[in-house]
Nanobody, 119 residues
Framework: QVQLVESGGELVQPGGSLRLSCAASGFRFSWYAMSWYRQAPGKEREFVAFIQIREGSEKYAEYVKGRFTISRDNAKNTVSLQMNSLKPEDTAVYYC????????????WGQGTQVTVSS
C-alpha cells in the first residue's frame, strides 16, 4: 500500500522556522522525484520545491527561494522541507508529492500537514 505521510506542521510565529517531513512507503522511493506543494484557504494548490531522485538538482518557487530547503534521504525513504524566516503568507496545508521518473509515470500525494504562521 502506497503511503506518503507528512508531519511537522504547527503554529509558529513570523520569523520562525519549521522542518516538515514526508515518510514514503509502498513504492521504490529512489525511482521518484519528490516535491512539496501548498494550498492556502481559498487558493489553488501551488508548487513550493522539487528534488530529483538524488540531491544536487533542486528547484524552488520564487516566493520561498533562499528561505526553504528541500532534501531527501533515500536510505530512510523520507523527504524534508526546512522552512526558515517564515511569513504569515506561508500559512497553508503542505503536501508532498512523488513523481515516478524511472520505470513509469505514476504519482502520489500525501494528505498534508497544516502550517500556520501567526503571532
Amino acid at each position: 500500500q502506497v503511503q506518503l505521510v507528512e508531519s511537522g506542521g504547527e503554529l509558529v510565529q513570523p520569523g520562525g522556522s519549521l522542518r516538515l517531513s514526508c515518510a514514503a512507503s509502498g513504492f521504490r522511493f529512489s525511482w521518484y522525484a519528490m516535491s512539496w506543494y501548498r494550498q492556502a484557504p481559498g487558493k489553488e494548490r501551488e508548487f513550493v520545491a522539487f528534488i530529483q531522485i538524488r540531491e544536487g538538482s533542486e528547484k524552488y518557487a520564487e516566493y520561498v527561494k533562499g528561505r526553504f530547503t528541500i532534501s531527501r534521504d533515500n536510505a530512510k525513504n523520507t523527504v524534508s522541507l526546512q522552512m526558515n524566516s517564515l511569513k504569515p503568507e506561508d500559512t497553508a496545508v503542505y503536501y508532498c508529492k512523488a513523481e515516478q521518473v524511472v520505470g513509469g509515470s505514476r504519482h502520489y500525494w500525501g494528505q498534508g500537514t497544516q502550517v500556520t504562521v501567526s503571532s
